[in-house]
């Protein structure tokens, strides 16, 4: 393979803006074909996102992603190599082809505000527009939701477990299944409350604050013959560097760190602003090597200098750690949470409601037994109690009046509605949203349940939609 091969095979292995639109099984791209052939390329309909099931280690979701999903609904094309590649495989039909070509979603969505804390069965996102338009949507719609968010329930847990504090930042590229997962990971951990981007693309990217702090790692501190000869270089570059304490023997990294630190003061320059703790076997050795560390620093007139740990940290580790009120200032996420281990799926499904042909409209439901869906444009409506802590969402009808209405219009006839909020604006939102959970909701090592319930009129409706089928 020559460079030349290499310059053009380089994003081979990406999934690029222009491959989006083609990411779906063929039989969808056949379905639509076929509608359009049938002559039904005008009929309308409604399919609810929702997620089926609570993870058995969840006590709600959060859902994260809706920028994405909006913005790609609405950027939503396809090229002529496209439809070229679509007619070639005889995947579409010549009529649904020209259909293709003048591509423009032209209906309205309805959704959850990003940040918005989601049960079960609930619609996070509503869309209503052509049958053939919204079908094409359909692994587009899932997959950002799934991978939205799993990350965003996981962190959730983590910063909870925490107890309040702020000292949760995130190690968002290491051992993710993907770079995008990562990406996707990183934008949740600061909605969050991850203090800053680790990553400089993630923090221009989501215009989101840049921790500029070198780190001397494993690998820096063994290019040098001598730990403390590293640790010199580093805060001699970098004064407000992190040490790594633990590349050799813990106890003497703590010593050089506290040696390197000292002459730093006593040439009047800036003290490193931490140490790093990457090792331990257990929590308990991490809490230990926490306070040894932070007894000699304290002992040395060193308390401005902060302790950092990771070690593949998750909620069950970061409580324990909080419990063993261990010293510390940060910790980074590892494996656990980017992957995450305790509950790393979602099942996530695009459903029809609702068609409307030639002015007739037809409701519609899945009857299958463990996977039904029920019929009809849907809302959900949530009750607080005095102290403004959610207790109660039900699922009833669009026009029903059962409480505070969660769903809101993104986009209305093919265009944005409502204007998309910042991130920034989306991380307060959020914070807000966390405040109405009760406590039970908010333990990570016990189950709570949390009553969403249907209408009377969407359970009449969903028993007369059954009589005609069943």
């Keep these: ?216 790692f494993h690998a820096f501190i063994k290019s040098f013959p001598y730990e403390l000869t590293a640790m010199r270089e580093l805060a001699r570059v970098f004064p407000d560097a992190s040490l790594m304490v633990d590349t050799y023997g813990f106890e003497s990294g703590v010593d050089n760190a506290i040696k390197v630190a000292l002459e730093q003061k006593s040439n009047n320059k800036p003290v490193f602003s931490a140490i790093f703790i990457d090792s331990g076997k257990d929590v308990e050795e991490f809490s230990d090597r926490a306070k040894y560390a932070r007894k000699k620093m304290d002992r040395a007139g060193l308390k401005s200098i902060q302790i950092t740990v990771a070690g593949n940290f998750d909620e069950y580790k970061i409580k324990k750690l909080v419990d063993l009120k261990a010293p510390v200032d940060k910790v980074i996420l590892g494996t656990e949470a980017i992957t995450p281990a305790d509950d790393p799926k979602l099942e996530t499904v695009l459903k029809m409601s609702q068609f409307v042909k030639e002015g007739k409209i037809t409701n519609t439901a899945k009857l299958s037994k463990g996977k039904s869906s029920y019929p009809g444009i849907k809302q959900v409506f949530r009750k607080y109690n005095k102290n403004g802590q959610m207790v109660e969402d039900t699922i009833g009808l669009h026009n029903e009046k059962l409480g505070g209405a969660l769903l809101k219009q993104y986009i209305k006839r093919g265009k944005l509605s409502r204007k998309l909020p910042s991130i920034d604006e989306i991380k307060k939102y959020q914070e807000k949203e966390f405040k109405t959970l009760s406590p039970k909701l908010k333990k990570i090592d016990k189950s709570a349940g949390y009553i969403v319930k249907n209408s009377k009129k969407l359970e009449k409706l969903m028993l007369e939609v059954s009589k005609k089928h069943l």
Aim: aromatic residues 14%.
């Design 1 to 216: 393979m020559t460079n030349k091969t290499i310059n053009k095979k380089r994003m081979l292995h990406f999934l690029l803006p222009e491959d989006q639109s083609l990411f779906d099984y063929d039989y969808i791209f056949s379905a639509s074909a076929l509608w359009a052939e049938l002559d039904m390329e005008n009929v309308t309909a409604t399919f609810d996102l929702t997620v089926r099931d609570l993870p058995r280690n969840r006590n709600f979701l959060v859902f994260n992603g809706l920028e994405e999903m909006l913005t790609g609904i609405l950027s939503w094309n396809f090229t002529k190599e496209d439809v070229s590649f679509l007619l070639k495989r005889k995947i579409i039909t010549k009529k649904f082809a020209k259909l293709l070509s003048n591509f423009k979603f032209d209906g309205d969505v309805w959704a959850m505000p990003e940040g918005s804390i989601f049960f079960q069965g609930e619609s996070v996102l509503r869309i209503t527009g052509k049958l053939w338009q919204i079908n094409l949507f359909t692994f587009f719609l899932i997959n950002s939701l799934t991978s939205n968010v799993v990350f965003s329930s996981k962190l959730a847990r983590c910063f909870l477990a925490a107890g309040g504090k702020t000292y949760v930042a995130t190690c968002p590229p290491v051992r993710g299944h993907a770079h995008e997962a990562s990406l996707k990971f990183g934008r949740s951990a600061y909605l969050f409350g991850s203090a800053s981007g680790m990553v400089p693309a993630f923090a221009r990217k989501f215009d989101i604050p840049y921790e500029s702090k070198a780190r001397g």
